[in-house]
């Protein structure tokens, strides 16, 4: 089979797996929000609701596209997919066992957080094609954010890759033996989780699409099709991201079933289904965040980044690259750094 017919099967698969996929964990988060909130939530489309999410996809795709009269028009329309595609493209790389994977690459970690970062350019056109102020405020907001919680995000994952002297994704999450990384980098889980949670823009960090004080943020003039974009970028980026948590940091597909690395199909189904279980539980403690905690001020949220979390993460790196050249019992001294990250947090919530 030609190599260019063998990549569109491949991409056309991961399409048809991330509109599904996005689809369920819309219909996921309205239960589990109504749970928390003692409410039923979606229950007449379908047994329980659960065909509300084609129901709005449907909607969404009849709905007419609008957009203002005096919009940049061109960088109106492209910023959705400018969104979307960088986020699509970091599952070129991630592997959900041994051997489901659309690439395996060597630059593989770096790759993904390359693209990661790229969403930033779309949100900044989508602010600035709309020509409305809250737009404008929703875009710069979200620029400011997403390059503020880069930095603690990319220095988080350097501590895992100097223990696997590796970037390949495969050889990181079989390097997890006997135990997950997240034991000996609790604090670059922490800053990994939370400065992810900044990046997709997820409660309490959802600053840049603040009903309260922009409307709809860089999406208030966006209707349709192209508000939904936005709304799939979303949520494929948050399975992207709790896959990559699980990769780095909680075993990938293996952990503590070892024998999942084998390469029968019986074993890479049983791989395949471990590691979603592992991904699906990060993503209801996302939901779950949702339906606890208060949104912050602009002012919480910066301060938050750049006085806690780049130190600590720069803390983290050190520790690690120390432990690497003298030895892995100064990893003690991460755990004793993250107990001071959470007392640093909780005093400052207490003193508010």
Request: charged residues 10%; contains cysteine.
């Amino acid at each position: 089979m030609p190599a260019w017919i063998d990549a569109a099967i491949r991409v056309a698969i991961m399409l048809f797996f991330v509109f599904n996929i996005v689809m369920v964990l819309i219909y996921m988060e309205r239960k589990v929000l109504a749970h928390i909130q003692q409410r039923l939530g979606p229950m007449r489309t379908g047994f329980h609701g659960i065909l509300q999410s084609p129901a709005d996809a449907i909607k969404l795709m009849v709905k007419e596209d609008l957009a203002p009269s005096s919009a940049d028009k061109w960088v109106f329309r492209s910023a959705p997919y400018l969104v979307f595609v960088p986020i699509f493209m970091m599952f070129v790389a991630i592997p959900f066992s041994s051997s489901v994977v659309i690439r395996h690459l060597d630059m593989g970690l770096f790759y993904l957080v390359a693209f990661s970062s790229l969403s930033i350019v779309g949100m900044l056109m989508a602010g600035w094609g709309s020509d409305n102020k809250y737009a404008l405020l929703g875009g710069v907001r979200a620029a400011a954010q997403l390059i503020s919680y880069e930095l603690p995000l990319g220095i988080s994952i350097l501590g895992v890759a100097l223990l696997t002297q590796s970037l390949r994704l495969g050889d990181i999450a079989s390097a997890q033996y006997p135990l997950p990384f997240i034991f000996a980098q609790p604090l670059g889980f922490v800053i990994f989780i939370t400065a992810s949670l900044a990046e997709m823009s997820r409660t309490p960090f959802d600053i840049p699409v603040a009903e309260s004080e922009l409307v709809g943020g860089p999406l208030v003039e966006y209707s349709g099709m192209r508000w939904a974009v936005f709304f799939l970028a979303e949520y494929a980026n948050l399975v992207a991201t709790s896959a990559i948590a699980v990769l780095i940091f909680l075993g990938g597909w293996s952990w503590p079933f070892y024998a999942l690395e084998g390469v029968g199909w019986l074993m890479q189904i049983l791989a395949v289904a471990w590691f979603f279980t592992k991904v699906f539980a990060l993503i209801f403690v996302v939901f779950w965040l949702r339906g606890t905690l208060p949104r912050l001020r602009i002012d919480q949220l910066m301060t938050f980044a750049w006085k806690l979390l780049i130190p600590f993460s720069f803390v983290n790196l050190l520790l690690t690259a120390a432990a690497v050249i003298y030895g892995t019992a100064i990893l003690a001294l991460v755990w004793v750094a993250t107990a001071c990250l959470g007392y640093t947090v909780y005093a400052y919530a207490r003193s508010r």
